[in-house]
């Protein structure tokens, strides 16, 4: 019986745990995410054909905010994200345009 079907079956049972025990549950359980978040965001990059750049990468190479970020999405169609499990990426392509066309304007 999985813990799952235990805690619907029985919603008021105590469990007494260690903390050892604990932390490596909750250990296993972030590798296991970080691992499926890995796999997805490269599936999305062979999809997309390209690199994806996480928001906070992007907004440290650009020199912008989250705000300029939504107005050159929403305002300018200038920048269009690639949005799944609630994270925001860009791509590269994209980025490396920006970055292209403004060190072009400072020439």
């Not at 050892?20 to 062979?46: F, H, M, P, S």
């Not at 992007?58 to 690639?82: F, S």
């Amino acid at each position: 019986m999985s813990l799952r079907e235990m805690a619907k079956e029985f919603p008021g049972m105590s469990v007494t745990i260690t903390l050892g025990d604990l932390l490596e549950a909750n250990e296993a359980l972030v590798k296991k995410v970080r691992e499926e978040v890995e796999a997805e965001i490269l599936e999305r990059e062979r999809v997309w054909g390209c690199r994806l750049i996480p928001k906070a990468e992007v907004k440290a190479m650009l020199g912008v905010c989250d705000t300029t970020l939504w107005r050159w999405e929403k305002e300018y169609d200038y920048l269009r994200p690639v949005r799944f499990g609630g994270k925001t990426f860009y791509r590269e392509p994209d980025i490396n345009a920006i970055i292209e066309a403004h060190t072009d304007s400072d020439v």
